[in-house]
C-alpha cells in the first residue's frame, strides 16, 4: 500500500516566523495530496490540498508544494499565530490498491510560543 | 453545514465484550471511510465503502472487527470480540469527490 513518511514530529517556532512540514509517499500514481488540521480532542479537518497537475497552492498564510517527480509535499506556514498550534497531518490516497482511501502521515505537533 | 455523524461519542466496554459505532455520511456523499487513530498518531483506514459495496478492506482486522452499509447511507462498525489494544478514537468520513470529511469521532476505551 501507500507509505506515507511526515517530518518533523514536532515543531517549536515563534509567533510570526514561518513553519514547514515535508512528507514523502510511495504511490507514483497518487494525484491528491491533503493536509488535515487536528486541535485536542477535535476532528481532522482540511486546511488546503493539491492535485498532481499543480506544483504549489496557496491560501492566505498558508501554501503547499509539490515535487512529483520525488515524491515529496511540504506545508508551508507564514507568519505564525497562536491559533496554528495544533497536529498537522500530511495524507496521500493509495490509487495503486484501485480504491482511493487516505494513508496519512503520523502528524506533526506545531506549537506556537509567544 | 452538512456534518458527519457518529455516535456513540464515547464508550467504555470490557474486554472480550462486542461493541458497534454508527455513522452518518453526509447527505449524497456515496463514499464512506472508517479510520482508527490511536492516541499521537495518524488515522489508518479500516474500510471504505462505494455506496454499499466495499472497496477496501485491506487493513480490517476481519477476525474480530465488521462492517455494513446495508442501503449505501449510514453504517456500522462492529468490534467482537474487543481486546485492550483496540482502545482508540474511531472515525468516520465521507466524500463526494476527494475531500474527506470527518465526523467527531467515537472514543473506545477498552477495560
Known amino acids: 500500500g501507500e507509505n506515507v513518511e511526515q517530518h518533523p514530529s514536532t515543531l517549536s517556532v515563534q509567533e510570526g516566523d514561518s513553519a514547514v512540514i515535508k512528507c514523502t509517499y510511495s504511490d507514483s500514481a497518487s494525484n491528491y495530496f491533503p493536509w488535515y488540521k487536528q486541535e485536542l480532542g477535535k476532528r481532522p479537518q482540511l486546511i488546503i490540498d493539491?492535485?498532481?497537475?499543480?506544483g504549489e497552492k496557496k491560501d492566505q498564510r498558508i501554501a503547499v508544494t509539490l515535487n512529483k517527480t520525488a515524491k515529496h509535499f511540504s506545508l508551508h506556514i507564514t507568519e505564525t499565530q497562536p491559533e496554528d498550534s495544533a497536529v498537522y497531518f500530511c495524507?496521500?490516497?493509495?490509487?495503486?490498491?484501485?480504491?482511493?482511501?487516505?494513508?496519512f502521515g503520523k502528524g506533526t505537533h506545531l506549537i506556537i510560543q509567544p | 453545514e452538512a456534518e458527519v455523524a457518529q455516535s456513540p461519542r464515547y464508550k467504555i466496554t470490557e474486554k472480550s465484550q462486542a461493541v458497534a459505532f454508527w455513522c452518518d455520511p453526509i447527505s449524497g456523499h456515496a463514499t464512506l471511510y472508517w479510520y482508527r487513530q490511536i492516541l499521537g498518531q495518524g488515522p489508518e483506514l479500516l474500510v471504505q465503502f462505494q455506496d454499499e459495496s466495499v472497496v477496501d478492506d485491506s487493513q480490517l482486522p476481519k477476525d474480530r472487527f465488521s462492517a455494513e452499509r446495508l442501503k449505501g447511507v449510514d453504517s456500522t462498525l462492529k468490534i467482537q470480540p474487543a481486546e485492550l489494544g483496540d482502545s482508540a478514537m474511531y472515525l468516520c468520513a465521507s466524500s463526494l469527490e476527494t475531500e474527506a470529511f470527518f465526523g467527531q469521532g467515537t472514543r473506545l476505551t477498552v477495560v
Open positions: 493539491i492535485r498532481s497537475n499543480v
Open positions: 495524507a496521500a490516497p493509495w490509487i495503486g490498491g484501485g480504491a482511493d482511501g487516505l494513508t
